[in-house]
């Protein structure tokens, strides 16, 4: 460079020489750690908030005719007042009653899976993820499955217990057609939230676990829905 000597430019070194790293007078705190670690969980937690709540409106809307949830809560209820009921002739009755929320079940649940299908597919994908992050079925497409391919194996395994072709005694088929109908509002509550979540809900809502569910219902389902969602 212009106007640089080498007796300046020896100086030069021999200054850098002397001189030494001092750390940062002012290092980032535990503190400022802490609030950094909260801000991004707190923007993970607005963004799956957004990606859940344009799924619970998608379910929502598309089941809104019907009230399979409803009717859900009123078989689990009937069953258990006929497991109760000492009286045999009075337990028949019961028994008899529930048939026809069985079947009612059975074809709102196939109707709605029918027009369901319809629904374009990338918005379908549910992650295999166990915990939700924000549209990780976009960016994570291999550790997902479609939501309406679970519904039609939820859909023929509804109706196959409901129709009881196996000749189950009313409790038998009682435990299976609920199995299957709390295995598909898992899926739904899987599709909405995340499988943690459905597990948790499931486990409050109906006082058994996914695994338990999952034994109970038949070898069709528990086939089907593994190779769908390999759990």
């Known amino acids: 460079m212009a106007g640089v000597t080498g007796k300046s430019f020896s100086h030069s070194r021999r200054r850098l020489g002397t001189l030494h790293w001092r750390p940062l007078q002012h290092p980032v705190s535990a503190m400022e750690i802490l609030t950094l670690v909260l801000a991004f969980f707190a923007g993970l937690a607005f963004l799956n908030s957004l990606d859940q709540k344009k799924r619970i409106e998608l379910l929502r809307k598309h089941l809104g005719p019907y009230q399979i949830d409803v009717m859900l809560e009123k078989l689990a209820e009937g069953y258990e007042r006929a ?26 649940f196939t109707r709605f899976v029918h027009f369901f299908v319809d629904v374009e597919a ?6 295999k993820l166990p ?20 519904f039609m194996v ?28 709390f295995l598909m509002q898992h899926t739904c509550h899987w599709f909405c939230r995340s499988f943690s979540t459905a597990s948790t809900r499931m486990v409050r809502s109906h006082k058994t676990g996914y695994r338990q569910v999952l034994a109970a219902v038949s070898p069709y389902t528990r086939r089907a829905y593994g190779e769908l969602t390999s759990l």
């Open 131 to 150: 915990f939700a992050l924000p549209w990780a079925h976009r960016w994570c497409r291999r550790a997902t499955f479609d939501l309406r391919a679970a």
């Open 83 to 108: 497991l109760a009921e000492p009286d045999p002739e009075r337990r028949e009755q019961i028994w008899s009653v529930l048939e026809g929320a069985e079947r009612s079940i059975a074809k709102q």
């Open 154 to 181: 939820h859909a023929y395994a509804i109706t196959e217990a409901v129709d009881n072709n196996a000749q189950r005694p009313p409790r038998d088929k009682a435990y299976l057609i609920l199995a299957e109908l």
């Open 122 to 127: 990338a918005a379908t994908r549910v992650s």
